[in-house]
């Protein structure tokens, strides 16, 4: 999930069609293939609603644990999760999204119950 200022929408997601396209050639020459590596294109939504944002959120976290890669989303080496628990500066907003979640502990909370109880919080993503 990538926040942009609305005029910058169509050059990012021009900046993403042509990562997208270098990877896959150059996935595809080192292993002499051809074809599309992703099912399907990326998507750009304008989100409008902080219950649809604060969803999206816990969504990209228990992916990966959704869908079998791991057992617990929190052992997924590549999420974003950490980023938000550390003390280090990063590009992320953590206060913004924190906000959200009306603090930190509810943050981590809400992961858990969501993982661990399938918590209806009136998603409005299917997982």
Do not use: C, W
Request: glycine share 4%.
């Amino acid at each position: 999930m990538i926040r942009t200022k609305e005029e910058d929408g169509k050059n990012i997601s021009k900046a993403f069609s042509n990562f997208f396209n270098a990877y896959a050639k150059a996935i595809n020459k080192s292993y002499n293939r051809t074809g599309s590596l992703f099912q399907d294109r990326f998507k750009r939504i304008l989100i409008t609603e902080e219950n649809y944002l604060t969803n999206l959120i816990l969504y990209i976290h228990l992916n990966p644990e959704s869908h079998g890669l791991i057992n617990d989303f929190k052992d997924y080496k590549y999420s974003s999760y950490f980023e938000y628990l550390g003390a280090k500066t990063s590009l992320i907003e953590k206060e913004t999204v924190f906000s959200l979640f009306d603090s930190l502990e509810n943050f981590t909370a809400v992961h858990e119950a969501k993982r661990l109880k399938g918590v209806d919080l009136n998603l409005d993503i299917e997982n």
